[in-house]
Each structure stands twice: as C-alpha cells, then as structure tokens.
C-alpha cells in the first residue's frame, strides 16, 4: 500500500514565511487563515497548508476556537503582562546562575553591540538583535529543556517587542545601557543586582505596551530608568 507523507521542510518553510507576515503587520491580528487561502498563496496541496496552520496554532501564532476558522493572534494587556511575567521568572533566575559562575556570554555582548550599531544609525527597530540578547543568556545555562521552555515564548515576545519598538515608545539608548549594565553585573557575580535591573528592564516594556494596547499602564511606564545617570 501507498503510503502519503506530506514534506516536512515545506511545512516549516510556509510556517516561517507566515510567522514573518505577522511580525510585519502584513497578516494583521484578527485575520483569517483558511487552508484553501495558504495552499492558494503558495501553491501547495491542501493538506500541507492543514498541517503548516495546525503548527502555528500549536506555537499560537494563531487561534482557532470550537473548530472554527484559524485567525492571527490578537495580544492585549492581560496578554502581554502574563507574557512578560513568565520572562521574569525565567530570565532572573538564570541571570542568577550565571553570576554565581560570573559568566557573560558572548554572544550577548555582540547582540547589545548590534543594537548598539543600528541605534548610531538612527535605526529603532531592534527587535531580532534585543532577543538574541535575552535568549543568548537563557542558552548559556546550557539546559537544552530551559532552551526548549523559554523558546515556546519566542514568538509572542518578538510580536510584543515588534508592536513596542514599532511606536517608539522604546528607546534604544535606554536599552543598550541597561544591557550592558546587566552583564556588567553579571561579570561581578552580582545576582540580586542582575536580577533586579532585569525586572526593572522588562517591567517597563511589560506597562508600555499593555498601555499601546488600550490597557492602564502602571507606573513602571513612567518610572525613570536607574541606569540614566550613567548614560553620557
């Protein structure tokens, strides 16, 4: 008996491609994703398109209820601020370890190097640069499951960040600094203090953006940054 498989790499081709229309806005949240409109957008049989939407809803790019017709996701405040939380608790407690061992990974340091580059270049979008940052720490631990875990959030964070910096409500400056000052602390094996500028650094993008999205910012929005005064 003939056996059909569908092409793994195709899958993983549409799902990437889609995933980058969101990011841009070209697939804007709310809006509908059919199996007949991704197999007619690139000419693919049916059942890949099926399978590339039931990934995207499984990575909750996008949500689908009671069986009904897939769509973007729409994030709001309560989105965004769960979202965020989740980083913290993560994030803070690997910068924890790594300050116990003083290790700064590198390729943390080129990533805030990067940011640093574009914002010299007037250049606010920051977005793929600022999450190699934060995800180059969480990989330095060297737990593949802690990797897998805070790589199920990927996506959301990109699409938070992406809809924060997009208004420049960010500024890089402000997150170059706080970057640095961070893995400063984390090379004097300073974890109370890692961990505290993390919380400050992500609090304030967290009540930024609920705000951006109709929600009421709380006041880690207009708290002034601590590293402020270092910044010449």
Known sequence: MVRSVVVTSLIDAVVEDLKSQVLAAELAPGSALTEVKVAERYDIARSTAKAAIERLVAEKVLIRNNHKTARVVRL??????????????????VLRRLAARREVPSAARRANSEIAALWKEGVWDIV????????SLIDALGS????????????EVRLCMSQLQGSQRLSPEVIIAEHGRILEHL?????????????????????LLAGALGGEPGPEASRSPSVLSTID
């Open 76 to 93: 709001g405040p309560d989105d965004v601020r769960d979202i965020y939380r989740t980083r913290v608790y993560v994030e803070s407690e």
């Open 128 to 135: 793929e640069p600022d999450m190699r940052f934060h995800t």
């Open 187 to 207: 090379e004097a094996g300073d974890a109370t203090a890692a961990a505290s500028l993390l919380d400050e650094h992500l609090g304030r993008a967290r009540e």
């Open 144 to 155: 593949s499951r802690t990797s897998a875990m805070y790589g199920s959030l990927a996506f």
